[in-house]
């Protein structure tokens, strides 16, 4: 059986050969007509040359070149990229919320200090003020010290009190009442565990996980876009130097041809098809220039820190080879590491947890308000006595004399109280006499002094007031609390069908990835083959060509096979390691992966 193909194919080879010699015999006069007709034309028009590509230059200075690892553009965005100082900025303002929230629970001191001076008439004779008019001079300096717990819910409350009246209507002409004053309020149902403050400090703590969460996400996205955007330069670059190699073949052809239209065993013709071939590729070499600063651009702008960085005018050059390193992640495993390690199940674990606290308080708002309050006061005091007038007369009841009216007389009466009945005995009446002495105001030596004296009476703790009770608050229906606590309940159930898509969502992207890793694998090898069999085509034609049995068609159609079968090869690679890219980014391991530690941000310090 393979003896008779191989004869077979021999008779076809010798029937073609006699055909095209028969066609060779019929169009040499005709190609000598048109060849001395082409020459003719030619000598008139001018012979297509080749023309130097320049170089990118736009947006660059001379000389301003730097060659980047991966790991050299990973490093520079995380110390650049703006949308990551922006993601660090938002975990700072948390922190300032966060300090806000325990600033409620901060000790608060208060002073007030004010001056009142009064004076009203009055017409009383108990006020002991010897005019008809009632005269106050006082001066307050009270402070004041709040305290809220945070444990427990309740309130420290201290008031140190000072009063320095002047009066004409005490017997302390300048009058200090300091007095110190304790309270204490405990929340026992209601508040309790939970209250709105202790709320928003829970809350804002999650919150201040979750934006460490959403900024872990965040690096890791524009970690994984930096090197999607490197791998794109690197293509573009070797995509420029494949199009600048082809350019340059098509040079070679057109060089050659010209040297065998000069000879005459080709038609110029041939000449014009590889000038026209050359000038397709001079557009593909501009194509690719400017593929490529559109990519530098696209990696310049994750890397910068801003209009002013000084990389814009600079040219980047991966320094990343193409090599491929193997990377094999059975399914299920991919599955579960995604689903432990991925920032979105983690965000919406912490929103839960921060339901959880909106439950708690909801749910402790509903109970009734029973508070305890009790308070403890002591008092001090002390002045300088006034000077007072003390009359004193000799009878309670003077009568007027029947003579002189004006003349007031008294009536003692004496009892006798001897013997066995007592007897009553008028004695004649005797003159009224009213007597007047001025001296210090009757005042115990313990309240005579200044202020110091006052406070000294304070601390002895000898006049002292406490109490204590219990403060009840029981709203009827309360609907407010339970719709919110209903609220907050639906809003559990909610995350918990959140997370469920979200797994299902991370299945889908882990299978995607998976597939797309062992696919770019596999265009590698096939592509590596296409390549190896395009440069033999290439070879071969070109052999022929040499030998007169090709046309220079097929030589520029073998070259531009060459050309795509390279740049192929060269995608599939940058495909496989921008899918390895992507599956890091799935499974959530950019940064192990790269060997990348974040550390934790400085707390902030408010002084």
């Given at each position: 059986?393979m003896t008779?193909?191989?004869?077979?194919?021999?008779?076809?080879?010798?029937?073609?050969?006699?055909?095209?010699?028969c066609?060779?015999?019929?169009a040499l006069?005709?190609?000598?007509?048109?060849?001395?007709t082409?020459?003719?034309?030619?000598?008139?028009?001018?012979q297509?040359?080749?023309?130097p590509?320049?170089?990118r230059?736009i947006?660059l200075?001379p000389?301003k070149?730097?060659r980047?690892?991966?790991?050299?553009?990973?490093?520079t965005?995380?110390?650049?990229?703006?949308?990551?100082?922006l993601?660090?900025e938002n975990?700072r303002l948390?922190?300032y919320?966060?300090?806000?929230?325990?600033?409620?629970y901060d000790p608060a001191?208060?002073?007030?200090?004010?001056?009142?001076?009064?004076?009203?008439?009055?017409?009383?004779?108990f006020?002991?003020?010897?005019s008809?008019?009632?005269?106050?001079?006082?001066i307050t300096y009270?402070?004041s010290?709040v305290?809220?717990?945070?444990r427990?819910?309740?309130?420290f409350d201290?008031n140190?009190?000072?009063?320095?009246?002047?009066?004409?209507t005490?017997?302390?002409?300048v009058?200090?009442?300091?007095?110190?004053?304790?309270?204490f309020?405990?929340?026992?149902?209601?508040?309790?565990?939970?209250?709105?403050?202790r709320r928003?400090?829970?809350?804002?703590?999650?919150?201040?996980?979750?934006t460490?969460?959403?900024f872990r996400q965040r690096?890791?996205?524009?970690?994984?876009t930096?090197?999607?955007?490197?791998?794109?330069?690197?293509?573009?670059?070797?995509?420029?130097?494949?199009a600048?190699d082809?350019?340059?073949?098509?040079?070679t052809q057109?060089?050659n041809?010209?040297r065998q239209?000069?000879?005459?065993t080709?038609?110029?013709?041939?000449?014009?098809?590889a000038a026209?071939?050359?000038e397709?590729?001079?557009?593909q070499?501009?194509?690719?220039?400017?593929?490529?600063?559109?990519a530098?651009n696209a990696?310049?702008n994750?890397?910068?820190?801003?209009?002013?960085d000084?990389?814009?005018n600079?040219q980047i050059i991966p320094a990343?080879?193409?090599d491929i390193?193997?990377?094999?992640?059975?399914l299920a495993?991919a599955i579960?590491?995604?689903?432990d390690n991925?920032?979105e199940?983690?965000?919406?674990g912490?929103?839960k947890?921060?339901?959880?606290?909106?439950?708690d308080?909801?749910?402790n708002?509903?109970?009734p308000?029973?508070?305890?309050v009790?308070?403890y006061?002591?008092?001090?005091?002390?002045?300088?006595p006034a000077?007072?007038?003390?009359?004193?007369?000799?009878c309670?009841?003077?009568?007027p004399?029947?003579t002189n009216?004006a003349?007031l007389?008294?009536?003692?009466?004496?009892?006798?109280t001897?013997?066995?009945n007592?007897?009553?005995v008028?004695?004649?009446?005797a003159?009224?006499?009213r007597t007047?002495s001025?001296?210090?105001a009757?005042i115990?030596?313990?309240?005579?002094?200044?202020?110091?004296?006052a406070?000294?009476?304070l601390?002895?703790?000898?006049?002292?007031?406490?109490?204590f009770g219990?403060?009840i608050?029981?709203?009827?229906?309360?609907r407010?609390?339970?719709?919110?606590?209903?609220k907050?309940?639906?809003?559990d159930r909610?995350l918990?069908?959140?997370?469920?898509?979200?797994l299902?969502?991370?299945?889908?992207?882990?299978r995607?990835?998976?597939?797309?890793?062992?696919t770019?694998?596999?265009?590698?090898d096939?592509?590596?083959l296409?390549r190896?069999y395009a440069?033999?085509?290439l070879?071969?034609?070109?052999k022929?060509f040499?030998?007169?049995?090709s046309?220079?068609?097929f030589?520029?159609?073998?070259?531009?096979d060459?050309?795509v079968?390279?740049?192929?090869?060269?995608?599939a690679?940058?495909?496989?390691n921008?899918s390895?890219?992507?599956?890091?980014?799935v499974l959530s391991?950019?940064?192990?992966?790269?060997?990348i530690?974040?550390p934790?941000?400085t707390?902030?310090t408010?002084?």
């Amino acid at each position: 059986m393979m003896t008779i193909r191989l004869w077979a194919a021999a008779r076809n080879f010798v029937s073609l050969s006699l055909v095209m010699f028969c066609a060779l015999l019929i169009a040499l006069p005709v190609a000598a007509q048109t060849t001395t007709t082409q020459q003719n034309s030619q000598s008139q028009d001018p012979q297509p040359v080749a023309r130097p590509i320049p170089q990118r230059t736009i947006g660059l200075e001379p000389g301003k070149v730097v060659r980047w690892t991966l790991r050299d553009a990973i490093m520079t965005a995380l110390e650049k990229n703006v949308d990551i100082e922006l993601e660090r900025e938002n975990a700072r303002l948390m922190q300032y919320d966060l300090i806000a929230a325990q600033g409620f629970y901060d000790p608060a001191v208060s002073s007030t200090i004010s001056y009142n001076k009064s004076s009203f008439p009055t017409s009383s004779r108990f006020t002991g003020a010897d005019s008809n008019a009632i005269t106050r001079d006082t001066i307050t300096y009270n402070g004041s010290l709040v305290k809220n717990i945070e444990r427990y819910g309740g309130r420290f409350d201290a008031n140190f009190n000072n009063q320095r009246l002047g009066s004409n209507t005490n017997n302390l002409v300048v009058q200090y009442s300091p007095s110190l004053n304790f309270q204490f309020t405990q929340p026992l149902f209601r508040d309790f565990r939970i209250d709105a403050n202790r709320r928003l400090i829970k809350v804002t703590k999650k919150r201040l996980d979750l934006t460490d969460a959403q900024f872990r996400q965040r690096v890791i996205e524009i970690i994984s876009t930096v090197q999607q955007a490197y791998w794109d330069l690197a293509l573009a670059i070797r995509s420029e130097e494949i199009a600048r190699d082809s350019v340059q073949l098509a040079e070679t052809q057109l060089n050659n041809n010209k040297r065998q239209v000069e000879v005459g065993t080709l038609a110029p013709i041939d000449v014009v098809s590889a000038a026209t071939s050359l000038e397709s590729r001079r557009q593909q070499v501009f194509v690719a220039i400017n593929s490529v600063a559109q990519a530098e651009n696209a990696i310049k702008n994750l890397t910068v820190s801003g209009p002013n960085d000084d990389l814009w005018n600079t040219q980047i050059i991966p320094a990343e080879s193409f090599d491929i390193k193997p990377v094999t992640f059975p399914l299920a495993d991919a599955i579960k590491l995604a689903q432990d390690n991925r920032p979105e199940i983690k965000q919406l674990g912490l929103q839960k947890e921060m339901n959880k606290i909106d439950v708690d308080f909801f749910r402790n708002q509903a109970k009734p308000q029973i508070d305890f309050v009790a308070g403890y006061t002591t008092s001090g005091l002390a002045g300088a006595p006034a000077t007072v007038t003390v009359t004193s007369t000799n009878c309670a009841s003077p009568v007027p004399s029947q003579t002189n009216p004006a003349q007031l007389f008294c009536l003692p009466t004496v009892v006798n109280t001897s013997g066995a009945n007592p007897v009553r005995v008028d004695l004649p009446p005797a003159p009224f006499v009213r007597t007047t002495s001025t001296g210090p105001a009757p005042i115990t030596d313990q309240f005579i002094g200044g202020y110091g004296t006052a406070v000294w009476n304070l601390f002895k703790n000898e006049f002292r007031t406490f109490s204590f009770g219990v403060q009840i608050n029981f709203p009827l229906r309360n609907r407010t609390a339970k719709a919110n606590l209903g609220k907050a309940q639906e809003q559990d159930r909610q995350l918990d069908m959140q997370t469920r898509r979200q797994l299902q969502n991370i299945e889908v992207e882990v299978r995607n990835a998976v597939q797309s890793v062992e696919t770019a694998k596999m265009r590698i090898d096939a592509s590596k083959l296409a390549r190896e069999y395009a440069e033999k085509q290439l070879e071969g034609e070109e052999k022929k060509f040499q030998a007169g049995l090709s046309a220079t068609f097929f030589v520029l159609q073998r070259q531009n096979d060459l050309a795509v079968a390279r740049f192929d090869e060269l995608r599939a690679q940058a495909d496989y390691n921008k899918s390895v890219a992507t599956l890091q980014r799935v499974l959530s391991t950019t940064l192990s992966s790269n060997s990348i530690e974040i550390p934790a941000d400085t707390p902030v310090t408010i002084k």
